[in-house]
């Protein structure tokens, strides 16, 4: 079965320092790897997804998350981090094995971002 | 291009009774998913519709059923509400020009339902 593990329910950083959201995964066949964006009373905004290639991928507002398979992890991350990126994230996976477009979502992780 | 809309926006009903929620995907998408999300329980996957038939389904009870249309618009239905109902249900759309499920899905502002 499908599943993604978002490990902290929390991230607290300050603003201008490095930010890390952390995903890990588990599928049966190769994994279809995103990450999403909720704002208060919003729906999702796709920030990047990892289907196949560069470990690294670069996504909007300078976020970028680097997929590592030996450790099924799918990290989200940002240089320096703005107050304008606290929000609730979520890491999501799609099985290359399984038909249709479905995504199984992680808990999501609240990132505070602080002045 | 105008992104995914759902309606209404909010919604407040009562416990026994049924309620219908309207997406309309980006104009061209083929394939529209629906997801319950919940403080507790997270965002969960409803289903899923593809050329108007349902190609996948989680785990939901038979009083959760969706359509979609020829114009690939899509509803789904709750029916004999319960207060657990209460949630915010969101929307996706997928373009599948090819059929390729590497595709991105996207997401709606979602409808508030509030079970009383």
């Known amino acids: 079965a499908q599943s993604v593990a978002q490990p902290e329910d929390q991230v607290n950083v300050a603003e201008g320092n490095p930010l890390t959201v952390k995903c890990t995964y588990s599928?049966?066949?190769?994994?279809?790897l995103f990450w999403y964006v909720q704002y208060p009373n919003r729906g999702l905004q796709f920030l990047l997804k990892y289907i196949t290639g560069d470990n690294l991928v670069k996504g909007s507002y300078g976020f970028e998350a680097e997929f590592n398979k030996s450790q099924t992890s799918f990290h989200l991350k940002k240089p320096s981090a703005l107050v304008s990126d606290s929000a609730l994230y979520f890491c999501?996976?799609?099985?290359?094995?399984?038909?249709?477009?479905?995504?199984?979502f992680g808990k999501g992780t609240t990132l505070s971002v602080s002045s | 291009k105008a992104g995914v809309t759902q309606t209404p926006r909010y919604l407040i009903k009562t416990r026994g009774q049924q309620v219908t929620l309207s997406c309309s995907p980006i104009s061209g998408h083929r394939s529209v998913s629906w997801y319950q999300q919940t403080p507790g329980q997270g965002l969960q996957f409803l289903f899923e519709y593809f050329s108007e038939t349902q190609r996948n389904k989680g785990n939901f009870p038979g009083r959760f059923s969706g359509r979609q249309f020829s114009n690939s618009r899509s509803e789904m239905n709750v029916s004999t509400l319960e207060l657990g109902d209460s949630a915010l249900y969101l929307c996706a759309s997928t373009l599948e020009a090819s059929g390729s499920s590497t595709d991105t899905q996207y997401f709606g502002p979602g409808t508030r339902l509030t079970v009383l």
């Open positions: 999501a996976v799609r099985d290359s094995n399984q038909a249709g477009t479905a995504l199984i």
């Open positions: 599928v049966s066949g190769n994994p279809y």
